[in-house]
């Protein structure tokens, strides 16, 4: 039986609700236990009583109380569906790292790494492809979005769990993405400081610059740039909203390439062969471990971004 644990809301997981925040943290736990642990006080936000629709804030912290063993599913239920062993070999090549704690993937793109309407496949669905030795399945920390490649920490334990999650509201975590834009910026570095909100309505989850917004903090730097049509650029990200490299990119007037959604029609280079997938990748993440030890973890850009760099004739030098 797991110990009563007190974990922080990260920056990623901001106004995610709580049953989410749940199904993110502990997929075993079902949805009528968790309104039950609730009802009873035993799941508590900053030590208050809450709603499985409780929106939740950076740094806040949840209690959690033993959680056992998953009661067994009733009769009648479908069980969940068999990962195909297709899926389940190449997401074991996908493995960056393992230790006894953590384990790192390159996230493909066009992987969602949760569920959602109508949405059947994700990452979150298959991770018992991924528990190999361990005595538990492993649990996501952080997430990139559907279309975003790259390095994605998972978490092997409960202890380890709370230490990465940890390690991200301390910010004592560095993310550096690759990104291939629409354009060149006015300037070779800098910071972007601009507050971002969601945009109301069903559309589709959308960010907007607001200076009423959350705070939201990009540094760049131009590695390299194909005349006036198009850069290669480095994004180091400050804070972790929704979306937020590819807000700010847009609203630098270069916008992702394949990023219809804040782009439009500038964030396809017209005549152009090249793929309209989004040319976004979590290039790397280093921590400091507990201890001391500081992990670091690439991964190489999927081929799509590679195609592109040679199209464009970007050359990736290996200290990169």
Request: include cysteine; hydrophobic fraction near 40%; charged fraction near 30%.
């Amino acid at each position: 039986m797991s110990p009563v644990q007190t974990l922080a809301v990260t920056d990623d997981e901001a106004d995610l609700r709580l049953d989410r925040w749940f199904r993110r943290r502990f997929p075993e736990l079902g949805h009528g236990r968790l309104e039950k642990l609730l009802r009873t006080g035993q799941v508590r936000v900053e030590g208050r009583r809450v709603r499985s629709n409780t929106r939740l804030e950076p740094g806040q912290r949840v209690r959690v109380p033993p959680l056992g063993e998953a009661p067994a599913a009733p009769s009648g239920k479908r069980p969940p569906a068999a990962i195909p062993e297709h899926e389940a070999r190449a997401l074991r090549a996908a493995v960056l790292y393992r230790d006894d704690d953590v384990l790192a993937i390159n996230k493909p793109a066009g992987l969602a790494v949760q569920g959602g309407t109508g949405l059947d496949r994700h990452l979150d669905a298959m991770l018992d492809a991924l528990q190999f030795d361990a005595t538990e399945r492993p649990r996501l920390v952080h997430r990139l979005d559907r279309d975003t490649s790259g390095v994605l920490l998972l978490a092997r334990n409960v202890r380890a769990a709370a230490e990465l999650t940890q390690a991200f509201r301390r910010k004592d975590c560095r993310k550096v993405y690759w990104a291939v834009v629409a354009g060149v910026p006015k300037h070779a570095g800098g910071r972007i400081d601009l507050a971002l909100s969601k945009l109301p309505g069903r559309a589709g989850e959308r960010m907007a610059p607001d200076e009423e917004g959350k705070e939201a903090v990009t540094e760049y730097q131009v590695l390299d740039h194909a005349g006036k049509q198009a850069a290669w650029l480095e994004l180091r990200p400050l804070t972790g909203r929704t979306h937020q490299l590819r807000a700010h990119c847009a609203a630098m007037g270069t916008p992702i390439l394949g990023d219809r959604k804040y782009g439009g029609a500038a964030a396809v280079l017209a005549g152009s062969e090249i793929s309209r997938e989004l040319h976004l990748h979590a290039r790397s993440i280093e921590l400091r471990r507990v201890g001391g030890a500081v992990l670091r973890v690439t991964a190489p850009p999927p081929p799509h971004l590679t195609e592109t760099f040679a199209f464009l004739g970007f050359v990736i030098e290996r200290e990169r």
